[in-house]
């Protein structure tokens, strides 16, 4: 299968107020295949959202972004406005975590849902614009969808409200579908009907789907693709499913901090120590300070991202696989 999105060097600072750069993506290189379903983990802090907003090109007026992406072999780190419309939409659909934020309060769903395809497609029959939300809705398991197409968002829970937010991504029938930090604001049980329905869809929609998320847990329920990054940087990708399949330190880690909602293992645990600066660059590891494994060696060079055992991990002395 083809390659749909293909990163290579991405690099995006944000100016602060005074003139300092936050590197927020440093030569981030990424290749996601057709209909393949990926999710990006990390800490607060590390790019994930920068990386989703680029794939749209929809970065603040402060950042600035230098590299390639391209979607299904088109370059759109040069298009304007205009050009991405029918990128932005029509064929990658975004979710964002705060469903209540992303819908307009004053608008009913009718509106906002119409409005979406109206300006898109270019449909204005009534009739045929209600069969499309109302399918919509069906398609995101609203079972009372009549009732929820005439609501204003207040009137709706958090989980019906992001519901309500991928019908409106899938309405324009989207061939990516990224999902970033979807389930934040949800309660528990709300979040693993949403990750349910996303399986659904990517199924149903032979979507590519792209799940970003703090939570290891969760994009180990969906994909079995996981692409760790850590300040801005990918340091590992591949198949994992366990513990027993991490290869950096870092996603050892992120394995014991999961907070076990099976087991209730209530304890929540943190990774010791913080992200590094963001405002530098290091030519070391940049999870040295932090790493469980760290060795001198490991702060005098800068690492790249090479196949360790069966992932690809950017680490000097990874758990399995290179000879140390
Ligand atoms: N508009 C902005 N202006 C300046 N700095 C920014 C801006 N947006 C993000 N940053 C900084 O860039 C870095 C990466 O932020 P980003 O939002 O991409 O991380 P994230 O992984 O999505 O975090 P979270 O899990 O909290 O959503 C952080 O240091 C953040 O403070
Ligand atoms: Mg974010």
Redesign the pocket.
Same mark, same amino acid.
Request: charge should be negative; include cysteine.
């Given at each position: 299968m083809g390659n749909i999105i293909e990163i290579n060097d991405l690099c995006v600072n944000?100016r602060?107020q005074n003139q300092e750069k936050?590197y !927020?993506l440093r030569n981030l290189k990424l290749i996601i295949k057709k209909g393949e379903t990926v999710a990006i983990v990390?800490?607060?802090?590390?790019?994930?959202?920068?990386?989703a907003i680029s794939l749209i090109n929809l970065l603040?007026e402060? !950042?600035e972004v230098s590299g390639s992406i391209k979607i299904d072999g088109k370059e759109i780190l040069d298009k304007n406005n205009k050009e991405l419309q029918n990128v932005r939409g029509e064929k990658i659909g975004m979710i964002f975590q705060e469903p209540g934020a992303s819908l307009n309060p004053i608008f009913s769903i009718k509106e906002q849902i119409e409005e979406t395809i109206k300006f898109h497609k270019k449909i204005s029959d009534k009739k045929i614009l209600k069969d499309m939300s109302i399918n919509l809705l069906r398609e995101v398991g609203i079972k009372d969808a009549e009732r929820i197409y005439e609501s204003f968002p207040h009137q709706l829970s958090g989980g019906l409200q992001q519901r309500v937010m991928i019908a409106i991504a899938l309405s324009l029938s989207p061939e990516i579908l990224i999902a970033d930090?979807p389930t934040t604001s949800l309660d528990v049980t709300v979040q693993a009907q949403i990750i349910e329905l996303l399986n659904k869809l990517k199924k149903q929609r032979n979507l590519t789907t792209i799940l970003i998320t703090?939570d290891l847990h969760l994009a180990l329920e969906l994909s079995k693709r996981i692409i760790v990054i850590y300040a801005g940087e990918v340091v590992e990708d591949g198949y994992i499913k366990s513990e027993k399949d991490a290869e950096h330190p870092y996603t050892k880690a992120l394995f014991e901090i999961i907070p076990d909602v099976i087991k209730k293992r209530k304890k929540f645990k943190i990774i010791k120590g913080e992200l590094p600066d963001?405002k530098k660059i290091y030519e070391r590891c940049n999870f040295s300070d932090r790493c469980n494994f760290v060795h001198e060696k490991c702060r005098e060079i800068s690492l790249e991202l090479v196949r360790a055992d069966k992932n690809y991990v950017r680490c000097l002395f990874p758990l399995k696989g290179r000879k140390k």
């Open positions: 944000y602060t936050i !927020a990390g800490e607060s802090g590390c790019g994930k959202s920068t990386l603040p402060n !950042a930090e703090h963001m």
